[in-house]
């Protein structure tokens, strides 16, 4: 991992906003650990251990084993257990007091050539943490998309607001996958008094992205590293909101610890609210020396994304609970770009 990575890991692990007195010496259980955001909240709480002695144990359950053994390394307090969340089986465990479910498919490509496999890996997954919640009397974070609203509208969405999604379109495995899960915390909420919240994060990124991640917003990255106009393959109209990684881990810290039952979330910084083409000319300004913003439409490609239109969250119900988020639209940029640099930047 880069500076800017460990710099994150140093800053939450003793950021006294978080109420570690709650969590310090408890038994958490994170699925995704080896994804960005689990990743990022696993070594958060391995570092607070190093930093207070906290003997907090972290369980991360994963398909990829020696993939998480070599991310982790060895440590006494963190234990890695196998678990597929697409067969929906609970893992065995001794005990637990807090569960995070990160696990998810991100790839907007795969959310389209294998849309069967991204929803039976959110809803068998979703509910194999539920039971496991339940069984253990833990509190649990689901963490959810922006994604659930849609196309949104021109207006400020609430948590109360729904989302409108073509149900026939194979993108919309992805997302419509998101509001079951999110309904299955609801309902074990409402049934079985399970104590879980939803987390809806904006789009997430910063130092901790791969260099070679497929994400627009990381092509755009790369288009600038690398001198290349930036090609947009849609019109670029779709206005969406982003939030810093380090600032969606805080939050789902505080989340954790507490978040109300059955409610849901949106996690997002609101100054970052943009379309996704003056998203690229600001970075192309910022961080480019050539580049340019073209407009390329592909059809075939655009099928990839989100729907267009306005994802505009309101973050008034996550501000209640003392969150605020401390890094700019540019600063996500500047950050992740800075670590690659430092790591694996593409050759310029």
């Avoid at 959110?122 to 959810?144: I, K, N, P, Y």
């Avoid at 439409?297 to 003392?322: H, K, N, Q």
């Amino acid at each position: 991992m880069g500076v800017r990575y460990n710099e994150d890991v140093e800053r939450l692990a003793a950021d006294e906003r978080i109420a570690w007195g709650m969590l310090d010496g408890s038994r958490v259980v994170i699925t995704g650990a080896t994804g960005l955001i689990g990743g990022l909240l696993a070594r958060v709480l391995m570092r607070r251990n190093q930093r207070c002695d906290t003997q907090t144990s972290v369980v991360l359950p994963v398909r990829n084993v020696p993939k998480a053994r070599a991310a982790f390394g060895a440590d006494s307090n963190v234990h890695i257990v196998s678990w597929d969340a697409s067969l929906g089986e609970v893992p065995a465990l001794q005990g637990c007091d807090y569960v995070v479910h990160c696990a998810s498919n991100t790839d907007s490509r795969l959310m389209v050539e294998r849309p069967v496999d991204t929803i039976t890996t959110t809803v068998a997954g979703t509910q194999a943490m539920l039971e496991l919640a339940r069984a253990h009397g833990a509190r649990m974070c689901f963490v959810s998309s922006m994604e659930v609203y849609g196309s949104g509208d021109a207006g400020k969405l609430d948590e109360s607001r729904g989302g409108e999604l073509d149900a026939m379109s194979v993108r919309s495995s992805y997302p419509q996958a998101k509001q079951l899960a999110e309904t299955l915390c609801a309902a074990y909420a409402s049934q079985y008094g399970v104590d879980v919240c939803v987390a809806r994060l904006a789009q997430s990124f910063g130092p901790g992205i791969a260099s070679t991640d497929r994400r627009v917003f990381a092509e755009f990255a790369r288009c600038c590293l690398e001198g290349r106009d930036i090609a947009l393959l849609t019109d670029g109209s779709k206005q969406n909101m982003y939030v810093y990684t380090a600032d969606a881990v805080r939050a789902l810290l505080m989340l954790a610890m507490r978040g109300e039952r059955g409610l849901a979330y949106n996690v997002a910084n609101e100054d970052t609210y943009c379309s996704i083409y003056h998203m690229a000319q600001m970075v192309a300004q910022t961080f480019g020396t050539t580049t340019q913003v073209t407009r390329v439409v592909d059809e075939d490609a655009a099928r990839r994304y989100a729907v267009s239109g306005s994802i505009r969250m309101d973050v008034s119900r996550m501000r209640a609970l003392g969150w605020e988020p401390d890094f700019s639209l540019t600063e996500l940029y500047g950050r992740m770009i800075e670590d690659w640099d430092v790591t694996t930047a593409p050759a310029s």
